[in-house]
């Protein structure tokens, strides 16, 4: 019993929790997880769409202001030695100034030789640029040259300054020959919104390339970005070491790219799905943490109680012990069910008790004669036939006397059954006064006989306390008007001998029997032997 209640709430319990991880684990893969990289992949969408758009309004707005080749004529013979003219120096002196820089919309100007040595610029603060041109952090979108001479490049990008984010945008002077050797720079500085940098991402997890599609690849790539296009979305594809790539076009014609910016980020999402997981299994947890205080107060309020009823019930039917059941109170049915078993207890065991006073009666009126307290027949034929075996196995002598109070049947007519009863009453105290330590066993044979049984005693001695039993019932002379004797006497018939191994119980016994009805034959008031 105990074994089936605690695996079943155990197995209960246990499948239950099973069942619940086992649907959340389902509908997170299946779900969740989905769910997850979808916001994620829009996410990413959404934020090369902004930079895109912000990177491109900022390059338009800087190229639109610096448009004209004849400035770049001026800004050639500043930096073509060996004096710059009259119109190039006012040219410096007007770019930089402070209030280019609010015209521009701009951080910092400053104009470099062809060895990247400052040769004059304009700060809204001091900004340390400092092998800028050298910088590992620099993301170049792309370059583009302008129609007319090859008198210049230009770049446009991020760089990272002072633990600040910077769009650029540079313009590399050519030399006037048209090598496309760098003659001189022009950089222009502006400070990035910085919320809005880390909302991107940029300084950790974003990487600006330039794409030109080439080979089977960039067909295949030209392909999608002109089917995402179609569909107003940026085309992405995931790479090597959990990243993915956002291709934002740039079209010569409606169906030729040209170029693309491309926007690696990083795709991993395994943080965002374990925040969730652990964020959408803490209810589990604590439904968990329930269940066991429901499970703990189950077994304190109704297992453990009920197991103490079964083990005390088993105890109570093997020892036969009819014990109140002491256990503290749980505060439910239970109490009552244990009260109304003690109740029980109580009263089966004063049944027991009954029952054992009523069967302590019963067993005295089985070995012993209610009317003389001799013992009775049951108790003869038990312990003459191993009274008998003993005498048998040591070959030792045993005696019986039988004994049958005479006309007794007449006494009884003549006098009445109550004054029969005080006879054989007398009869018995008689024979236990006399016998007293002599006889094994004196008992009432049946109706008025009695019968005797004298282990190893000698013929002799056995007559002796005959006669003496017959001196006493003669003393006491009692009347017996319907006997010719006058008075009450009995007969008696002793069988006495060696008990050999060819020799019978129940034929040594019907000897004695004989010998009583001989004597009763020869007159009465005698024994015969």
Not at 109 to 132: C, F, H, P, Q
Not at 135 to 145: A, E, P
Not at 331 to 356: C, H, T, Y
Request: glycine share 6%; hydrophobic share 40%; proline share 2%.
């Amino acid at each position: 019993m105990k074994k089936n209640i605690v695996n079943h709430i155990k197995y209960l319990f246990s499948g239950f929790i099973c069942l619940m991880l086992a649907s959340y684990l389902g509908s997170h893969i299946l779900l969740v997880v989905p769910a997850i990289n979808r916001a994620h992949i829009e996410r990413h969408k959404s934020n090369v769409k902004r930079l895109v758009s912000l990177t491109a309004q900022q390059f338009d707005y800087h190229l639109m202001n610096l448009r004209d080749n004849a400035q770049w004529d001026l800004l050639y013979e500043i930096l073509d030695p060996p004096t710059p003219s009259r119109e190039g120096q006012q040219i410096l002196e007007d770019l930089f100034d402070k209030s280019s820089l609010r015209h521009y919309g701009l951080d910092y100007i400053g104009i470099y030789n062809r060895d990247k040595s400052e040769l004059a610029s304009t700060s809204t603060s001091k900004v340390d640029i400092e092998n800028i041109f050298l910088s590992k952090n620099k993301k170049h979108f792309f370059s583009i040259q302008p129609n007319g001479k090859n008198r210049i490049k230009m770049a446009a990008g991020y760089i990272e300054l002072d633990g600040r984010a910077y769009t650029f945008l540079s313009h590399i002077i050519l030399d006037n020959a048209g090598e496309g050797k760098a003659n001189g720079y022009l950089l222009f500085l502006k400070a990035m919104d910085t919320e809005y940098i880390f909302d991107l991402e940029i300084k950790n997890n974003l990487l600006l390339n330039l794409y030109i599609p080439q080979g089977e690849r960039g067909e295949r790539v030209n392909e999608k970005i002109l089917e995402s296009t179609r569909k107003s979305e940026y085309y992405s594809e995931l790479l090597g070491e959990r990243k993915r790539a956002y291709y934002a076009p740039y079209f010569e014609n409606p169906k030729k790219l040209a170029f693309a910016i491309e926007v690696i980020v990083e795709d991993e999402i395994s943080h965002a799905i374990m925040l969730s997981f652990f964020i959408g299994i803490l209810p589990i947890l604590i439904l968990v943490l329930m269940m066991v205080f429901i499970k703990d107060t189950v077994d304190k309020k109704l297992v453990d109680p009920i197991m103490a009823l079964h083990k005390h019930i088993e105890a109570v039917k093997d020892e036969k012990a009819y014990k109140l059941l002491k256990h503290p109170k749980v505060g439910n049915e239970v109490d009552e069910v244990i009260g109304a078993f003690n109740n029980l207890m109580v009263e089966v065991s004063f049944q027991r008790d009954e029952i054992e006073s009523k069967n302590a009666i019963l067993e005295n009126l089985a070995y012993v004669d209610h009317l003389t307290g001799l013992s009775t027949r049951r108790v003869l034929d038990e312990e003459y036939e191993l009274l008998f075996q003993r005498a048998m196995e040591k070959n030792d002598t045993l005696t019986l006397i039988m004994i049958d109070v005479d006309y007794f049947k007449r006494y009884n007519d003549y006098y009445g059954h109550l004054k029969g009863d005080t006879i054989l009453k007398s009869v018995g105290r008689i024979l236990t006064d006399v016998f007293r330590n002599r006889a094994d066993l004196i008992s009432r044979y049946g109706g008025e006989e009695f019968l005797l049984i004298l282990y190893d005693i000698s013929l002799t001695k056995a007559i002796s306390l005959v006669e003496r039993f017959q001196e006493e019932l003669t003393c006491r002379n009692i009347e017996h008007s319907a006997s010719p004797l006058g008075k009450v006497t009995t007969s008696i018939g002793i069988n006495s001998g060696r008990i050999s191994g060819d020799m019978n119980s129940t034929a040594f016994l019907e000897k004695a029997d004989r010998l009583l009805y001989r004597a009763k034959e020869e007159g009465r008031n005698r024994f015969s032997y």
